[in-house]
């Protein structure tokens, strides 16, 4: 009878702890959303990398939500403490009163743990660390003038500020929301933990949605904002950039940009030290983990944490969607302004820039820059604007990092 | 937070991001011009001291006749496996890029220590969710 019972109690403990009873609605919508985001990132192979950890990582914390739960202590007299452990042993004790109570800890879930990264900004400059060991500046360098496109493509950063404090954001929100459209994630999420870290699962999710959906976004406003005979120019080859000048270029840019705005070096920090030790040839080991082994666990982590922010009373609100229509403004303003830059410099170097480049200042290394390419070869099949729209696109990724930084110091 | 708070903070915002991520992204410019300039003449002063070295020694070998005939039909310093077919298919291609021989002299054509093909695909999809 004693048996009966015991595993009757055994089972209806259970069952109370089962899902089925600790889940409410918002976390089935949100069971459903991850199967929605890994179908994109399975069939449809947008941004599979980070859409697949993000989705998985979402996936599980409405399934389990202590997987992010936070560590706590409680205080247990001793007999509580001997009931629920067994023992006194090993516990730290405190005195109320004349009570003695044992400090009985509860460990986090696993995601905490691994959410310190991003909550602490340590996995955004790693990430821009690895990025910077695999891009080559080259373009850039060859042509700086491409600095001018990074810059006017960050414009819709701070337009879709406006929006968001319009739509009853605070200003700190509305700079989280607004550096969607500088389309860098690593950025986005950086900003975000340090002025709007309640925002950080919709932000982060519309910022990758959109770097995937670059090449169904940008050609429409490309094409809708230069003609026939813009799209058609051939560029002229880029000089050769030497070694040297590769070597320089990223201590050149961490040394200007920590000076001139402090609140960016830790991103531009570690991208130039990523480039540096791939430009330097002499560290090819850091250089290889850096792209690598690095990049991948760093991505790992940050995909499955920033996932696990999205939980269904987080994220099902009127404010996801509202940053869901803004991330999409933020972006499409960037890409535009990028291109109407791109059209000035048509017009002031007599038509020797292509303005389909401008677009592709928007970051999102490299996809940007092949939109511009492959917009470019539908009008000239004969014409590669890929080595030319790179250099806005790296310089895009230094113009975002700046745009955080401006952010970070008037909002912080 | 009333409307004219709102207009002032966004006013104040755009102007001021505007302005200062135009202003260090056009002085980033003038130093990567500045720069490139300098390493760049230097450079060049470089090649035209060694160009100079070698016509020099072009011209002293102009002496001895078999020498000078074995310099100038092959200018293009020849990699062990590289036949005379491989180096006029380069001449050619960088001949279509610039458009001219004018400003270009091959000296020589030897492997880049590069990545290779397939290493550059797995670097290009790696960094495409970035």
């Known amino acids: 009878m004693e048996i009966l019972e015991r595993f009757l109690k055994a089972l209806e403990g259970i069952f109370t702890g089962s899902g089925l009873m600790t889940l409410n609605w918002q976390n089935y919508v949100m069971i459903g959303v991850a199967c929605v985001l890994f179908y994109l990132a399975i069939k449809k192979q947008y941004e599979p990398l980070l859409l697949l950890p993000i989705a998985f990582g979402m996936l599980l914390v409405n399934l389990y939500p202590s997987i992010m739960a936070a560590p706590e202590t409680t205080l247990m007299s001793a007999k509580d403490c001997i009931a629920a452990k067994g023992t006194t042993d090993g516990y730290a004790v405190t005195m109320i009163g004349n009570v003695k109570y044992y400090n009985v800890p509860h460990y986090g879930g696993l995601f905490y743990y691994l959410y310190q990264g991003v909550k602490l900004g340590i996995y955004p400059p790693l990430i821009f660390l690895g990025v910077g060991a695999m891009t080559d500046f080259g373009p850039l360098i060859a042509n700086p003038k491409s600095f001018i496109l990074g810059a006017a493509a960050q414009i819709g950063i701070f337009i879709t500020f406006i929006g968001a404090i319009f739509l009853g954001f605070t200003d700190a929100q509305a700079g989280a929301i607004g550096i969607i459209g500088g389309a860098d994630g690593p950025t986005a999420i950086y900003v975000t933990t340090k002025l709007a870290p309640e925002l950080l699962g919709s932000i982060a999710i519309a910022a990758y949605s959109y770097m995937a959906l670059v090449p169904i976004i940008q050609p429409p406003i490309m094409k809708a904002l230069t003609t026939k005979k813009e799209r058609a120019v051939r560029m002229e080859q880029l000089r050769p950039v030497s070694k040297l000048e590769k070597i320089i270029f990223p201590i050149i840019i961490v040394i200007v940009i920590s000076i001139l705005l402090p609140d960016a070096a830790p991103l531009v920090g570690m991208l130039m030290f990523g480039n540096l030790i791939k430009e330097s040839g002499v560290a090819d080991r850091l250089s290889k983990t850096a792209q690598n082994e690095l990049m991948n666990i760093i991505t790992i982590f940050l995909g499955t944490t920033v996932g696990a922010t999205a939980t269904g009373t987080n994220f099902l609100s009127f404010d996801t969607i509202k940053i869901i229509v803004l991330g999409l403004l933020a972006f499409m303003m960037g890409s535009a302004c990028g291109v109407l830059f791109g059209k000035i410099m048509y017009k002031v170097t007599g038509g020797k820039v292509n303005p389909l480049i401008g677009s592709a200042g928007v970051s999102a290394v490299p996809m940007a820059a092949r939109v511009s390419q492959r917009v470019g070869q539908e009008e000239n099949p004969g014409n590669f604007l890929l080595m030319h729209a790179m250099g806005p696109n790296v310089a895009g990724v230094i113009g975002s990092a700046v745009a955080a930084g401006v952010l970070l110091n008037v909002l912080k | ?130």
């Open chain 2, 1 to 130: 937070m009333d409307m004219m708070n709102k207009f002032t903070i966004s006013a104040s915002m755009l102007l001021t991001g505007f302005s200062i991520v135009f202003a260090v992204l056009i002085f980033l410019i003038f130093i990567i011009w500045l720069y490139g300039k300098i390493i760049t003449t230097a450079q060049n002063k470089a090649i035209e001291k060694k160009n100079a070295k070698i016509k020099a020694e072009v011209n002293e070998s102009k002496q001895k006749p078999k020498a000078v005939v074995k310099k100038a039909e092959t200018p293009v310093k020849e990699e062990s496996g590289l036949s005379d077919e491989i180096v006029a298919v380069i001449s050619a291609a960088v001949y279509s890029m610039y458009g001219s021989t004018d400003k270009v002299k091959i000296k020589s054509i030897k492997k880049s220590g590069a990545r290779s093909a397939w290493s550059n695909a797995g670097v290009l999809n790696n960094t495409r969710p970035f």
